[in-house]
């Protein structure tokens, strides 16, 4: 078991690398253009794309350490700190995934106080919620705890904490996916925009992909196994490439509005300066201007605007 704990650790880890090889042009292109500046959803690219990597580093030197070729099972303090660090990590992860798909909400809505706050409530109570569970499930029931064989934890898919996690996320997942449809299938029926099939798009995406990772963890925990042993090391390339690839959609697309009109080549679009109404929503450092935008493209938003006020 402890050989093929090592190769999922290492597949993980090539999975993240090889994410990260294939989107590299685009993300020096998108992400690194000149002139460089902190920007809040730069930052979230950049923990979303490299934490990854230090988590499955990590996570690998774990699995190394028992690579000693007997049969030896780690105390049960060991097991329950790498069983803490891997839920901290995906849950890491899960909340970086969330804070990129509320960022593109709040700006699809025109920064609109009410969603910020319905955003900003859900955000805060998936993290008060994740913290006081584990923080028990730790505290009072790891004594409970039973592990086979390499710290794989005899946990149930009723246990509070693959609760938190498959059914919190699910449900955070599909507001946003909910808010997402309802702004750009329905309010915004009337207008065809290469911006609304994309945040469509990814917005399915997401949540396909999210929901059949959480599946695979539910199932898991109840058929304990080899597969299982692969199931958090790919889970953390998954959310990432999901995080980082809805950025560079709308930054692609930023970039080519730009190009459409010469006179704003020189302009940085920082991180996608639109939405399908204001679309300086996306950054904070855009919340000032729309000038990023080709003409024809801003005064369409206007009239969006206006009609659905």
């Known amino acids: 078991m402890n050989v093929v704990q090592l190769i999922a650790a290492v597949l993980g880890l090539a999975a993240t690398g090889c994410d990260i090889a294939l989107t590299r042009q685009e993300e020096l292109l998108y992400v690194w253009k000149k002139p460089l500046c902190i920007t809040f959803v730069r930052c979230l690219f950049v923990f979303t794309r490299y934490l990854p990597v230090a988590i499955q580093v990590i996570d690998l030197i774990f699995v190394s350490m028992w690579m000693d070729g007997t049969k030896h099972v780690p105390a049960n303090v060991s097991c329950m700190r790498i069983l803490l660090f891997r839920y901290l990590a995906c849950f ?57 064989s390499h710290c794989i934890p005899a946990i149930t898919y009723r246990d509070s904490l693959n609760v938190v996690l498959i059914h919190g996320e699910l449900t955070i997942q599909f507001l946003i996916l909910v808010l997402v449809m309802k702004r750009t299938v329905w309010d915004l029926r009337q207008y065809s925009h290469l911006l609304l099939s994309v945040l469509k798009r990814d917005g399915l995406i997401v949540f396909g992909a999210v929901g059949v990772a959480l599946l695979a963890i539910g199932v898991g925990s109840v058929k304990k196994g080899t597969v299982t042993v692969f199931i958090f090391p790919f889970f953390i390339p998954l959310v990432s490439a999901m995080g980082c690839h809805a950025i560079l959609n709308l930054q692609k697309l930023g970039s080519a509005g730009a190009d459409a009109n010469p006179s704003e080549q020189q302009k940085d679009l920082e991180l996608t300066t639109f939405n399908a109404m204001n679309l300086t929503a996306w950054d904070e450092r855009t919340f000032q201007t729309i000038n990023h935008l080709p003409n024809v493209l801003e005064n369409e938003i206007v009239t969006i605007h206006r009609a659905t006020v």
Do not use: C, P, W
């Not at 960022?103 to 910020?116: K, T």
């Open 92 to 148: 890491s992860m899960l909340v970086l995934l969330e804070l990129v798909l509320m960022l593109r909400v709040f700006a699809l809505y025109d920064r609109s106080r009410v969603i910020g706050v319905f955003l900003l409530l859900l955000l805060n109570s998936r993290i008060a919620g994740a913290a006081y569970t584990m923080q028990h499930a730790f505290r009072f029931e790891a004594g409970k705890i039973i592990f086979f």
